[in-house]
């Protein structure tokens, strides 16, 4: 007979069906105990998971190239595909093989995507993971995105490519859905996945099934890129999930300016979240304010940070909690220990909604909520005696909100043992009196166990075979060994089975007849507890709505509490906050540098900026003083107080900043092969462009990627632009001390600078910030510290003197620089003169420092010598 084809068996041409569905993904299709992969999926997991590639039909040329894996270790292997940016669709066996007439039934249960992933494991818990969409018209942009695991959707609209790309670094989406090639360019390292956009007239339609509302209701009614962005994202979504429901509570519409915005520059620099070198979140703002105890408070905390509020009265609420809980050390100890037990209510009500849980989840989600009554009573009664808790932890007490879920959690009680397995398919989970059938058959097997063990007792006293054991197997069940040594007082009545090198094996018709009926009792029993598990899971997923929204209310407890505990710790005190224009911060530390040095060595600064009179401070002193430090310390205080937290310092009033920008020299963009200097002016090119009068702008070393006659005069013109146009709150470091002459040519120019003392020929650096600019660089002092040859540094001191005493003979560029500030200088016919044709022929941006001061000493020369 001849062989068919081996692609087109009907195995194969099942297998072939499915996957044309999912050109772009991983098929892991079930076959018994294996993910099979075929064809080019093979060829590539085989790669990528380090997996034999071998050949369903071994042999022949035309076989099908094939590679598998253990279905119980496929987690891991999927996590690792999806963290490399593939897709992966798991396609299951849905019928019993055993009960198949033919072909096994199999579909698709789930699609896991980098941004769609359910897997504890792979999924950080205080991180959420989004996949997000972006719809486009000209220069306007709909933002949308989604996190599977817990149901939070958000949608925006946004103007202009860079605040894109902001906007992008803050919500960190895993996935984006976008063909836009220039928005690829600008916000490169994500994965960008094929996908189908929603038709237009299929977006409200889109939106309604799954949020139970219309456009207008969601607030999307004059959004429309918002709208698309977000129909598109959840039909990816959706489409990842055919058997459950995603878990959607509501949509988030948001205007970037109802919250502080901080541009991609602002983020980094700022460490928000993450480091600047080595992306690390130890180190960073949030290593520092983060010691929340649940997930979903870690995954809130991140969002405050990210999204600083404008709104006075909104901010002074979240102040009122923390200060609530600073007040009262008990109480925050005590819910810090509540929340410790509390697990992640919105992924676990997300794995429910999305058929992806487990006993184990439903046995932690049971023993979650019946922690929170006790969370609940300790603030009512905490507010009793006050005159009410703040609105932010008063929000967890509500009836309405907790008693259905309390109930929930008693059904959940009686129905489960203490400590649930992870498999539901082993069954084992449900709690003895839960279910008359679970019980009659759980003692059926059990039984029938008890009596294996008597009739192995019962039967080596009637042979008086003392070794004689029953034992088990899957080929004849249950079975009698008798070793080598006795097989001469085997009685009549056992049937031989098979010879093994000990001894030899028997059946009875009592064993069989036993087996017969423990095993009945264990597919009856195993039946009927995934039937509950089923029930249990449905009923949970009737609460998903109301145990996403308990669970936010809860991690809003976990984040005041927090922030209560840092400022308890590091010695916080609250801001003041208002729309004035002040910002006013008196003994001020920075938050994560203060940890870093010894303790009581962090030197607090005070720093006054006002729009009104102290716009802006030009910051002066010799590298490694602390400018940036001090500059940082100011925006990061300014931003603790804005999302709510207290700050560390001895006194804050925050005149609230709409936005902040920074611009800090050491953050190179290499990696998008720009030049330093060309990015450094682009991102000072968009705060100049985005900053308004509200704005705290942070420039540290503005100009420094060119050569020193263009960096001077850029960063004059900046900061002019900053005081005449602008108006917004200026911190400006620099080691151009010509800078220094505009605090006299504008009104509002102060100057500050890090002091340091020479003490025997050596510089103490003394941390503090005090007035009036900085009168030399010490760079070479610097220099001297950092370990550069003694002959290089008294050379470089001697050619310093010669400069300076050149420069003290050229009248100085400060001057003329003060005289250009105040008025154009008029045209005038340059005197011919050696020393004017000499200096003309020099190009100052083709020279190397060295040969630049070389070309001076000639000059000081030449001048000398006339
Ligand atoms: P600059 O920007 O002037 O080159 P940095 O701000 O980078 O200097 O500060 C250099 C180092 O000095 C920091 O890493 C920190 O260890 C230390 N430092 C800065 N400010 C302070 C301070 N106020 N108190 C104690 N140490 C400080």
Same mark, same amino acid.
């Given at each position: 007979?001849?062989?068919?084809?081996?692609?087109?068996?009907?195995?194969?041409?099942?297998?072939?069906q499915?996957?044309?569905?999912?050109p772009?993904?991983?098929?892991?299709?079930?076959l018994?105990?294996?993910?099979?992969?075929?064809?080019?999926?093979?060829?590539l997991?085989?790669?990528?998971?380090?997996?034999?590639?071998?050949?369903?039909?071994?042999?022949r040329?035309?076989g099908?190239p094939?590679?598998?894996?253990?279905?119980?270790?496929?987690?891991?292997?999927?996590?690792?595909?999806?963290?490399?940016?593939?897709?992966?669709?798991?396609c299951?066996?849905?019928e019993?093989?055993?009960k198949?007439?033919?072909?096994?039934?199999?579909?698709v249960?789930?699609?896991?995507?980098?941004?769609?992933?359910?897997d504890?494991?792979?999924?950080?818990?205080?991180?959420?993971?989004?996949?997000?969409? %972006?719809?486009?018209?000209?220069?306007?942009?709909?933002?949308?995105?989604?996190?599977?695991?817990?149901?939070?959707?958000?949608?925006?609209?946004?103007?202009?490519?860079?605040a894109?790309?902001?906007?992008?670094?803050?919500?960190?989406?895993?996935?984006?859905?976008?063909?836009d090639?220039e928005?690829?360019?600008?916000?490169?390292?994500?994965?960008?996945?094929?996908?189908?956009?929603?038709?237009?007239?299929a977006? +409200?339609?889109?939106?309604?099934?799954?949020?139970?509302d219309?456009?207008?209701?969601?607030?999307?009614?004059?959004?429309?890129?918002?709208?698309q962005?977000?129909?598109t994202?959840? =039909?990816?979504?959706?489409?990842?999930?055919? =058997?459950?429901?995603?878990?959607?509570?509501?949509?988030?519409?948001?205007?970037?300016?109802d919250?502080?915005?901080?541009?991609?520059?602002?983020?980094?620099?700022?460490?928000?979240?993450?480091?600047?070198?080595?992306? @690390?979140?130890?180190?960073?703002?949030?290593?520092?304010l983060?010691?929340?105890?649940?997930?979903?408070?870690?995954?809130?905390?991140?969002?405050?940070?990210?999204?600083?509020?404008?709104?006075?009265?909104?901010?002074?609420?979240?102040?009122?909690?923390? $200060?609530?809980?600073?007040?009262?050390?008990?109480?925050?100890d005590?819910?810090?220990r509540?929340?410790?037990?509390?697990?992640?209510?919105? *992924?676990l009500?997300?794995?429910?909604?999305?058929?992806? =849980?487990?006993?184990?989840?439903l046995? /932690?989600?049971?023993?979650?909520?019946?922690?929170?009554?006790?969370?609940? +009573?300790?603030? *009512?009664?905490?507010?009793?005696?006050?005159l009410?808790?703040?609105?932010l932890?008063?929000?967890?007490?509500?009836?309405a909100?907790?008693?259905?879920?309390?109930?929930?959690?008693?059904? /959940?009680?009686?129905a489960l043992v203490?400590?649930?397995?992870?498999?539901a398919s082993?069954?084992?989970?449900? *709690?003895?009196?839960?279910?008359?059938?679970?019980?009659?058959?759980?003692?059926?097997?059990?039984?029938? @166990?008890?009596? %294996?063990?008597?009739?192995?007792?019962?039967?080596?006293? !009637?042979?008086?075979?003392?070794?004689? @054991?029953?034992?088990y197997?899957? #080929?004849?069940?249950?079975?009698?060994?008798?070793?080598?040594?006795?097989?001469d007082?085997?009685?009549?009545?056992?049937?031989?089975?098979?010879?093994v090198?000990?001894?030899?094996?028997?059946?009875?018709?009592?064993?069989?007849?036993?087996?017969?009926?423990?095993?009945?009792?264990?597919?009856?029993?195993?039946? !009927?507890?995934q039937? /509950?598990f089923?029930?249990?899971?449905?009923?949970?997923?009737?609460?998903?709505?109301?145990?996403?929204?308990?669970g936010r209310r809860? =991690?809003?407890?976990?984040?005041?509490?927090?922030?209560?505990?840092?400022?308890?710790t590091?010695?916080?005190?609250?801001?003041?906050?208002?729309d004035g224009?002040?910002?006013?911060?008196?003994?001020?530390?920075?938050?994560?540098?203060? *940890?870093?040095?010894?303790?009581g060595?962090?030197?607090?600064?005070?720093?006054?900026?006002?729009t009104?009179?102290?716009?802006?401070?030009?910051?002066?002193g010799?590298?490694?003083?602390?400018?940036?430090?001090?500059?940082?310390?100011?925006?990061?205080?300014?931003?603790?107080?804005?999302?709510?937290?207290?700050?560390?310092?001895?006194?804050?009033?925050?005149?609230?900043?709409?936005?902040?920008?920074t611009?800090?020299?050491?953050?190179?963009?290499?990696?998008?092969?720009e030049?330093?200097?060309?990015? &450094?002016?682009?991102?000072?090119? +968009?705060?100049?462009?985005?900053a308004?009068?509200?704005?705290?702008?942070?420039?540290? $070393? #503005?100009?420094?990627?060119t050569?020193t006659?263009?960096g001077?005069?850029?960063?004059?013109?900046v900061?002019?632009?900053?005081?005449?146009?602008?108006?917004?709150?200026?911190?400006?470091?620099?080691?151009y001390?010509?800078?220094?002459?505009?605090?006299q040519? !504008?009104?509002?120019?102060?100057?500050?600078?890090?002091?340091?003392r &020479?003490?025997?020929?050596?510089?103490?650096?003394?941390? !503090?910030?005090v007035?009036?600019?900085?009168?030399r660089?010490?760079?070479?002092?610097v220099?001297?510290?950092?370990?550069?040859?003694?002959?290089?540094?008294?050379?470089?001191?001697? %050619?310093?003197?010669?400069?300076?005493?050149?420069?003290?003979?050229?009248?100085?560029?400060?001057?003329?620089l003060?005289?250009?500030?105040?008025?154009?200088?008029?045209?005038a &016919?340059?005197?011919?003169?050696p020393?004017?044709?000499?200096?003309?022929?020099?190009?100052?941006?083709?020279?190397?420092?060295?040969?630049a001061?070389?070309?001076?000493?000639?000059?000081?020369?030449?001048?000398?010598?006339?």
């Amino acid at each position: 007979m001849a062989r068919s084809k081996p692609s087109e068996t009907p195995l194969m041409r099942q297998y072939l069906q499915i996957k044309e569905a999912y050109p772009d993904a991983i098929l892991f299709f079930r076959l018994g105990d294996f993910y099979e992969m075929f064809f080019e999926d093979a060829v590539l997991a085989a790669n990528k998971l380090d997996l034999t590639l071998t050949s369903r039909d071994k042999g022949r040329d035309d076989g099908v190239p094939m590679a598998g894996v253990p279905h119980h270790a496929a987690r891991g292997y999927i996590a690792k595909l999806t963290e490399l940016g593939h897709k992966v669709v798991l396609c299951e066996q849905t019928e019993d093989p055993k009960k198949a007439k033919g072909l096994v039934k199999r579909e698709v249960v789930r699609v896991i995507t980098p941004g769609i992933v359910l897997d504890d494991e792979v999924l950080d818990p205080k991180v959420g993971r989004y996949v997000a969409a %972006i719809a486009r018209a000209g220069d306007r942009f709909g933002l949308a995105y989604l996190d599977a695991s817990t149901g939070e959707f958000c949608a925006t609209e946004i103007v202009g490519l860079d605040a894109l790309a902001g906007e992008l670094a803050r919500v960190d989406p895993r996935e984006i859905l976008c063909e836009d090639p220039e928005v690829r360019a600008r916000h490169p390292g994500c994965v960008y996945s094929p996908f189908t956009p929603v038709d237009d007239d299929a977006v +409200a339609a889109e939106l309604e099934r799954a949020l139970s509302d219309d456009l207008r209701g969601l607030g999307l009614a004059d959004r429309p890129l918002a709208a698309q962005a977000a129909a598109t994202a959840l =039909a990816y979504a959706r489409d990842t999930q055919p =058997a459950g429901a995603l878990p959607l509570a509501r949509l988030h519409v948001y205007e970037p300016a109802d919250t502080v915005v901080l541009d991609e520059a602002a983020v980094a620099n700022l460490e928000l979240c993450a480091t600047l070198i080595g992306g @690390k979140k130890d180190g960073s703002l949030l290593g520092v304010l983060d010691c929340t105890r649940t997930a979903p408070g870690g995954r809130l905390l991140r969002r405050w940070l990210l999204y600083p509020l404008t709104d006075i009265a909104h901010i002074r609420r979240r102040h009122d909690a923390v $200060e609530f809980l600073v007040e009262r050390a008990s109480l925050r100890d005590a819910l810090r220990r509540d929340l410790g037990h509390v697990a992640d209510l919105e *992924r676990l009500a997300g794995r429910v909604s999305l058929h992806a =849980a487990t006993p184990r989840d439903l046995g /932690l989600l049971r023993d979650s909520l019946e922690r929170l009554p006790q969370l609940v +009573a300790r603030i *009512r009664s905490a507010s009793d005696r006050a005159l009410g808790a703040p609105d932010l932890l008063a929000a967890v007490d509500d009836d309405a909100l907790l008693a259905p879920l309390a109930e929930l959690a008693t059904e /959940l009680g009686r129905a489960l043992v203490d400590r649930p397995p992870a498999r539901a398919s082993d069954g084992g989970f449900i *709690r003895d009196g839960y279910c008359a059938v679970v019980d009659e058959n759980r003692r059926l097997a059990t039984g029938g @166990k008890d009596a %294996i063990l008597a009739i192995e007792a019962r039967e080596r006293e !009637r042979t008086g075979i003392p070794s004689l @054991k029953v034992k088990y197997n899957k #080929v004849f069940g249950y079975y009698i060994e008798v070793t080598r040594a006795h097989l001469d007082k085997v009685p009549g009545d056992y049937v031989r089975k098979q010879t093994v090198a000990t001894g030899e094996r028997y059946v009875t018709e009592e064993l069989a007849g036993l087996e017969a009926k423990i095993v009945a009792a264990q597919d009856t029993l195993l039946a !009927r507890e995934q039937e /509950l598990f089923a029930a249990l899971c449905e009923r949970v997923r009737a609460h998903t709505a109301a145990l996403v929204e308990a669970g936010r209310r809860v =991690a809003t407890v976990d984040v005041c509490a927090a922030l209560a505990e840092v400022a308890h710790t590091g010695g916080y005190v609250r801001p003041e906050v208002d729309d004035g224009d002040v910002i006013d911060i008196v003994d001020g530390r920075h938050p994560v540098v203060e *940890r870093t040095v010894p303790a009581g060595q962090f030197v607090p600064n005070d720093c006054r900026l006002d729009t009104a009179t102290d716009q802006i401070l030009v910051v002066t002193g010799p590298n490694m003083a602390g400018k940036s430090t001090f500059m940082r310390q100011v925006a990061q205080i300014v931003l603790l107080a804005q999302i709510g937290s207290f700050v560390p310092a001895r006194s804050a009033r925050i005149g609230i900043v709409d936005r902040i920008f920074t611009r800090v020299g050491a953050a190179d963009n290499l990696a998008r092969g720009e030049s330093t200097f060309m990015v &450094e002016m682009r991102e000072t090119a +968009a705060i100049l462009a985005g900053a308004t009068r509200r704005s705290l702008v942070v420039l540290d $070393e #503005v100009g420094r990627g060119t050569s020193t006659f263009d960096g001077v005069s850029i960063a004059w013109a900046v900061t002019e632009y900053l005081h005449d146009a602008i108006g917004a709150r200026t911190l400006f470091a620099t080691h151009y001390h010509e800078l220094c002459a505009l605090a006299q040519a !504008r009104p509002r120019v102060r100057n500050v600078s890090v002091a340091v003392r &020479e003490h025997a020929g050596e510089i103490v650096f003394l941390r !503090r910030v005090v007035e009036g600019g900085a009168n030399r660089s010490y760079g070479i002092d610097v220099a001297r510290l950092a370990g550069l040859p003694r002959p290089v540094v008294s050379r470089a001191r001697q %050619i310093l003197g010669e400069l300076e005493g050149a420069r003290s003979l050229g009248a100085g560029a400060q001057l003329d620089l003060f005289a250009a500030a105040q008025a154009p200088p008029p045209p005038a &016919e340059p005197p011919v003169d050696p020393l004017r044709e000499r200096l003309a022929a020099l190009d100052p941006n083709a020279m190397t420092p060295v040969e630049a001061l070389v070309a001076l000493a000639e000059l000081v020369a030449l001048a000398r010598s006339a």
